[in-house]
């Protein structure tokens, strides 16, 4: 089956798309970008070049200091989306001999950046630590003494929402000495008490050799940062061909991922994300649909439907109703997994949520 590019409809009540805070549809977000852009002088539309030649505007400095400060990082190095990020990394970081154990369900940007690279891949089971451990421990001992391990997950898994146990995995991670990489892309503005994304909440920054953070998601903005040392933007500027050889973002886009952040640190627009999602899983148990969920912390909740044309008819059923639902197919996630893909966002209401638990419930009957 052929995919198709959809009408988009903002008449439909969203619970579809990654702007968890509504900052993509937050006209402070763009009142205080081009302000930001005054003060900057600057009238460029566009970047002009890529960031080594006369694309690295003034605001590339400034925010990446600000993300560096925001994350409890040294530093950040920004590219223009989160595939490219991810991209460049995987192609560049692994060297020949060294070995990336990664996720079974993770994004295809790090598998599409993995295969660019020279190093080998060895997948593990979903979030299954001792299946890790297992392979770690059983490669170890057929590596060259200088090989790196590097090991990598998402916080919030982009699908089904759920999440690995980041703290027990960065410890394997130094007990085995292998660098732990962590895509913080759905966590950011979701995790922690100011939306900084997990590996801050748990207070592991020195454990993680990289982070991926991106901004089209909950920053409503577009574009992405890799965060890590001074060492590793160095390496990334000179290595990663998705950073090298492409436009660097306009101004008006740095421009407005600073101000987006801003906005999410001077509203309560986390908090009330955070009680949504409490909220949703709450009436997910009252409702007895508990076990068709998978357990998400997030803002993404997945119902497993098992079956194309059962999702693909849910999803259809809901949009009648008003309600922007997306069933997620094969290729997307493997087949027999397919179902529903449920975002929560900071401006949804109590009773939008429970009118659509409503209509699940009927559903899945
Ligand atoms: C986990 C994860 N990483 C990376 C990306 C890519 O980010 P971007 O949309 O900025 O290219 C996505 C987006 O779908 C994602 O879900």
Known sequence: MLRKLPEKNNALIDFSSNDYLGLARNPKVSEVGARILENEDSAENGATGSRLITGNHGLYTKTEKMLADFHHCASALVFNSGYDANLGFFASVPQRGDVVFYDELIHASIRDGISLGNAQKQKFLHNNLKNLEEKIRKEKSKLLPDAEIYVVTESVFSMDGDSPNLLKMAAICKEYQCN????????????????????PHLGIEKE??????????????????????????????????????????????????????????????????????????????????????????????????????????????????????????????????????????????????????????????
């Open 180 to 199: 732990l990489v962590v895509d913080e892309a759905h966590s950011v503005g979701v995790l922690g008490k100011t939306g900084k994304g997990l590996v």
């Open 208 to 365: 993680v050799f990289a982070r991926i953070v991106t901004f089209g998601k909950a920053i409503g903005c577009h574009g992405a940062a890799i965060l890590g040392s001074e060492y590793l933007k160095e390496y990334l500027t000179n290595f990663a061909r998705s950073f090298i050889y492409t436009t660097g973002l306009p101004p008006h886009s740095l421009a407005n991922i600073q101000a987006a952040h801003q906005q999410m640190a001077n509203s309560d627009s986390v908090i009330r994300l955070q009680e949504n999602i409490g909220f949703f899983k709450s009436e997910i148990k009252r409702m007895g649909l508990g076990h068709r969920f998978i357990d998400s912390q997030s803002a993404i909740h997945c119902l497993k439907m098992g079956n194309v044309e059962v999702a693909k008819n849910a999803s259809a059923k809901l949009k009648e109703a008003h309600f922007d639902v997306r069933a997620i197919l094969s290729p997307t996630v493997p087949l027999g997994e397919e179902g529903l893909r449920i975002c929560l966002h900071s401006f949804n209401t109590k009773a939008q949520m429970e009118d659509l638990l409503i209509l699940l419930k009927g559903l899945s009957e």
